[in-house]
């Protein structure tokens, strides 16, 4: 059984505020996305109380406002939990407030808070409107694309830098030129890609056929040139986080933070909290019941950790984690696959590569490995022959 | 003989081929209409009987005129390394130029005439769109796109009619040009 002291330190909150959307994308993993519940403010007291007086705040972490779209409430609700969340926060540690957003609603009032408030933006696009649009949708099956861009030009008239995440279809694969001049012509200078992914409701992804992981490969080598070839510079997660797993080989006996109980914790609206991978709440397994192991007006972390179902699952990530210690070549940099990519393509914790694995971690790794080599490969030869390499120009 | 006319696989173009194709009228040249749409566009790409539309992306665009202005500008412009991108770039797109392939940059001043043999493709470089031209159709080849062209239905490229013409050809090296010659 995890004790409270080896569970956490909390590194993400995810707390979402409504389930609603206002969008419909195809590959959404959301299964309540209709619903438009709200969080109360009791609820959202309980949940800061909860986190704060778990034990799990023992350094700086972020709270993220997601699964649902967070701009459906307006600017001032999350004024009002900002002023809440500084009542609440007794642990002496900064709390990075942060929003995953689809950018469709945002208005100068959202930009005023934004800025005052120092939050973190992500807004979620998928390239230039003829990818964009294919399957981030209206209900009514209109585009988004344009609501979204003019969402990106208002964050930027205020002066907000953000980040982007692309998700990744078998469509988007042969466009990295039009995705890079996407980037580059909005000003977009921290880039994430996901891949579609099998979760939850999206059932099925379109990169689940033969042939995917060389397009991928092919796709994200070709995109990685044009990064590094460009004048302006772009931040790439996935090459960042393959450089740093270079520096910093993970110990088999570390799990990583969606694989450590509690490194990060999801509360729903209703107050329902699980762990792991954020997917995972709301939904549940034939084996393993519902993954909301309880609710922060009743439950405290101490009871959740002894409860039986939750000590079963916990042994059955690590296990997972472990077996891919002991088979796949990539966990020293990556530290074992997400549980919830695990269970939504295998049906069980305990195993271990994912089509997620070998696109997201072994792709970009591999990839981003060949752009290293061939950059310090330059950088010696440029070091080794100045003056040849003077006189050639 | 008339080309089948169609995008390339792996590419988007905006607009529809209303605003690209032109036919023969008894008085000039005029849009086709619906049933002469589809009898001319193919609604898939054929890679070996087709005029098969690209488009370049802007960050190559760029590139291209980046490279002429250092022509002019101190004589630096590397030709050869644009080419080369353009040939990697094709290829990524599964639309590689054959391997012995010529690269030439062209600028067809107002009156001047274009030699099409061994084209293989033509990209627009210029602001205006490039004309191209068989029996009874004409294909309107906007600023930053590109045609790849059937080598066995060769259109005549259409002298411009105020400000010149900028492409970049690529044609069939040698050994296609044989190979051709032996087919016909």
């Given at each position: 059984?995890?004790a ?13 505020p409504?389930p ?38 023992r ?38 407030q ?24 992500g ?11 294919r399957?981030?949708k ?22 907000i ?47 689940a ?21 460009a ?8 090459f ?8 910093h ?24 909290f ?6 995972l ?23 959740v950790l ?15 984690v ?7 070549s ?12 695990k ?7 305990a195993?271990?590569?994912t ?28 070091a ?8 050639a120009? | 003989?008339k ?18 194709l ?35 992306p ?22 050869v390394?644009?080419a ?25 001043d ?38 790849r ?8 490229i ?6 010149p ?13 044989r ?6």
């Open positions: 059984m995890p409270v002291s080896g569970s956490g330190p909390l590194e993400l909150l995810v707390v979402q409504t609603f959307c206002n969008i419909d994308c195809s590959y959404c993993y959301l299964p309540d996305r209709r619903n438009t519940r709200k969080i109360t403010a009791e609820i959202l007291e309980q949940t800061f109380k909860w986190a704060f007086g778990s034990g799990l705040v350094e700086p972490f972020t709270l993220l406002w997601h699964a649902g779209e967070p701009t459906v409430l307006p600017a001032s609700f999350y004024e009002a939990a900002t002023v809440l969340l500084e009542r609440c926060n007794d642990s002496g540690f900064e709390v990075t942060s929003f995953q957003t689809n950018a469709t609603l945002i208005t100068d009032a959202w930009c005023d808070f934004i800025k005052r408030r120092n939050v973190h933006v807004v979620s696009v998928d390239g230039p409107a003829f990818l964009h649009d399957h981030r209206t209900r009514r099956g209109g585009g988004t694309f344009e609501k979204t861009l003019q969402g990106m030009r208002r964050l930027h008239e205020h002066g830098d953000f980040n982007t995440i692309t998700v990744l279809t078998a469509d988007s694969l042969g466009y990295p030129d039009e995705l890079f001049d996407f980037f580059v012509e909005n000003r977009v200078t921290s880039v994430s890609f996901n891949v579609e992914e099998i979760e939850g409701p999206n059932v099925a992804s379109s990169l056929v033969s042939g995917t992981e060389e397009r991928f490969r092919r796709f994200y080598s070709r995109f990685l040139d044009l990064v590094l070839a004048d302006q510079p772009m931040e790439v997660r996935e960042n986080t393959a450089r740093s797993a270079l520096a080989r993970l110990d088999p006996g570390l799990r990583t933070q969606e694989s450590r109980p509690f490194a990060i914790l999801n509360v729903d609206c209703e107050g329902n699980s762990t792991y991978s954020p997917e709440l709301g939904l549940s397994g034939p084996r393993h019941g519902s993954f909301a192991f309880g609710n922060v007006a009743r439950d405290s972390l101490k009871a002894a409860e039986p179902r939750f000590i079963a699952l916990d042994d059955e990530i690590r296990r997972g472990e077996r891919c210690h002991e088979t796949c990539y966990a020293p940099f990556c530290g074992g696959g997400p549980p919830g990519n269970f939504f393509e295998n049906g069980d914790f195993t271990t590569e089509m997620s694995c070998r696109l997201h971690k072994q792709a970009t790794f591999d990839v981003a490995l060949t752009k290293l080599e061939r950059l310090a490969a330059a950088e010696e030869r440029i080794a022959a100045p003056e040849g390499l003077a006189a120009q | 003989m080309p089948a006319f169609a995008i390339a696989s792996n590419f988007h173009l905006d607009g529809g081929w209303e605003d690209r032109l036919v023969a009228a008894s008085d000039g040249w005029r849009a086709p209409r619906e049933d002469e749409l589809a009898a001319l566009v193919a609604e898939a790409p054929r890679p070996h009987a087709a005029a098969l539309l690209f488009v370049l802007a960050h190559m665009r760029e590139r291209f005129w980046a490279m002429l202005g250092e022509q002019a500008a101190e004589g630096t412009g590397d030709f390394t644009f080369e991108e353009l040939r990697e770039f094709l290829a990524f797109k599964a639309l590689p130029p054959p391997a012995e392939s010529v690269f030439d940059l062209l600028v067809q107002v009156g001047g005439m274009v030699d099409a043999a061994g084209l293989w493709a033509l990209v627009n470089f210029g602001d205006e769109p490039l004309l191209l031209d068989w029996p009874g159709v004409r294909l309107r080849v906007g600023s930053g796109e590109g045609c062209i059937d080598p066995h239905c060769l259109p005549g259409m002298t411009p009619a105020e400000e013409n900028v492409m970049v050809a690529i044609r069939q090296g040698p050994a296609e040009d190979a051709d010659k032996l087919q016909s």
